[in-house]
């Protein structure tokens, strides 16, 4: 699960606090919605088809906990959050 903010809807550090509180997908979902965060949902991702470095972030990364904040472009910011692995 990805949740994607404007930079303008949020100061950087409220999103970042905020999203380091996430335990859960439930967690996030509701996050996403208080906050008006944009959600996008990809059932399954081959680790294969991932950046190496994105690889190795969520390697380590808890179910159910997201990744620091990333964005490309300063426009946006962005957290991914595991739901699931399969083995």
């Known amino acids: 699960m990805q949740l994607s903010m404007k930079t303008d809807q949020i100061p950087l ?3 970042r606090t905020k ?3 996430i335990r859960s997908c439930r967690d996030a979902s ?3 919605k208080n906050l008006g965060a944009e959600v996008k ?3 399954f991702v081959p680790s294969w088809d991932l950046p ?3 690889r190795k972030t969520l390697a380590d990364l808890p179910t159910g906990h ?3 904040v ?3 472009d300063g426009a946006m910011m962005r957290v991914i959050v ?3 692995r399969n083995a």
Do not use: M, N
């Open 13 to 15: 550090e409220e999103f």
């Open 19 to 21: 999203t380091e509180e």
């Open 30 to 32: 509701d996050l996403a």
């Open 41 to 43: 949902r990809d059932r």
């Open 52 to 54: 190496t470095e994105l």
């Open 66 to 68: 997201a990744t620091q």
């Open 70 to 72: 990333f964005g490309e």
């Open 82 to 84: 595991i739901c699931s």
